[in-house]
């Protein structure tokens, strides 16, 4: 079992924008600022979209752009492609015990 | 830009011991947190722990009892060992560089490898 709830799947028309929730608890979403997500298409390994909540790598959109309230970050696209299909993973940093943990994951489809 | 490569065997036997390592080019394997991350088919990602490059290691408390993780600067390579492996192991295994900025914040998992997949099974 993940310890940060990600809905199992999402769905968009090209063009439209959607919003992935990464829900954790005090203890790491809601305590720290280091939430990141990842991009995943099938077969091969993720690639980093979003780090800190909010900012994002060299080279990736602007249409990915990260947000957080209380103990929910969010993952949202705009603009949606064909391209954006992929699953899509988040995590946090959990302290110096735990450290990091990921969510269950989204399988995000483009209708 | 980094590049990492897991090398390892495919399968592995109940109660035998993985030994997987990754060869990082492209740059140092100083000043990042060389980290291994497992995904069991169709699961999702796991965090198993990192190495710095003095040494110091973080497990995951789920597999602390089993984990070793080495760094040999030399060869620009790092390493994980798992002890008395089960069929819950089998998993797609990464490795990944985690950067970090000063006062130990993290800037996400930037450079994966392409993943290796072990099988558990006799």
């Known amino acids: 079992q993940s310890a940060l709830t990600q809905p199992a799947s999402v769905s968009g028309s090209p063009g439209q924008s959607i919003t992935i929730s990464c829900t954790g608890t005090?203890?790491?979403?809601?305590?720290?600022?280091?939430v990141s997500w990842y991009q995943q298409y099938a077969g091969k390994a993720p690639k980093l979209m979003i780090y800190?909540?909010?900012k994002r790598p060299s080279g990736v959109s602007t249409r990915f752009s990260g947000s957080k309230s209380g103990n929910t970050a969010s993952l949202t696209i705009s603009g949606l492609q064909a391209e954006d299909e992929a699953d899509y993973y988040c995590?946090?940093?959990?302290?110096?015990?735990?450290?990091?943990?990921f969510g269950g994951g989204t399988k995000l489809t483009v209708l | 830009q980094v590049q990492l490569q897991e090398s390892g065997p495919g399968l592995v036997k109940p109660s035998e011991t993985l030994s997987l390592t990754c060869t990082v080019s492209?740059?140092?394997?100083?000043?990042?947190?060389w980290t291994w991350i497992r995904q069991p088919p169709g699961k999702t990602l796991e965090w198993i722990g990192y190495?710095?490059?003095?040494?110091?290691?973080y497990y995951s408390p789920s597999l602390k009892s089993r984990v070793a993780m080495s760094l040999d600067m030399s060869k620009s390579q790092f390493s994980l060992k798992l002890t008395y492996m089960t069929a819950v192991d089998t998993a797609v295994y990464y490795c990944?560089?985690?950067?970090?900025?000063?006062?130990?914040?993290?800037?996400?998992?930037?450079?994966w490898g392409q993943g290796t997949l072990v099988t558990v099974s006799s």
């Open positions: 005090y203890w790491d979403v809601g305590s720290y600022n280091l």
């Open positions: 800190e909540v909010n």
């Open positions: 492209g740059d140092s394997v100083s000043t990042y947190y």
């Open positions: 995590c946090s940093y959990v302290g110096t015990t735990t450290f990091r943990v």
């Open positions: 990944a560089k985690e950067t970090i900025e000063s006062g130990g914040v993290t800037r996400g998992f930037d450079s």
């Open positions: 190495i710095d490059e003095t040494g110091t290691t």
